[in-house]
């Protein structure tokens, strides 16, 4: 079983920066794409931006482009978001997703609040 563990969330000024982590446990980690997705109140789960096992920058969100950066670290079980020149409509609960081969996003985190004043 795959759990997954997002943090770094937190309140920012906009201009301001924030990175995000997410943990997994497994050894199924490294096989799989993984991606962040977030959802702000009332509003439906959006894409943001998604990176294959290899490390390949898969796509971004066209709202997120040149100023979110995704990576991974396959040795530390561990993907990242790196969020800088916030908006205060970046504010939402951001979560990360595994895809194993053959698969969807099946396994989810809990979400780490992402907050951005104006």
């Known amino acids: 079983q795959v759990q997954l563990v997002e943090s770094g969330g937190g309140l920012v000024q906009a201009g301001g920066s924030l990175r995000l982590s997410c943990a997994a446990s497994g050894r199924t980690f490294s096989s799989g794409t993984m991606a962040w997705l977030r959802q702000a109140p009332g509003k439906e789960r959006e894409f943001v931006a998604a990176i294959s096992r290899s490390g390949i920058v898969l796509g971004y969100a066209d709202s997120v482009k040149g100023r979110f950066a995704i990576s991974r670290d396959n040795a530390k079980n561990t993907v990242y978001l790196q969020m800088n020149s916030l908006k205060p409509e970046d504010t939402a609960v951001y979560y990360c997703?595994?895809?194993?081969?053959?698969?969807?996003?099946?396994?989810w985190g809990q979400g780490t609040q992402v907050t951005v004043s104006s």
């Open positions: 997703a595994l895809k194993l081969p053959g698969g969807n996003y099946d396994y």
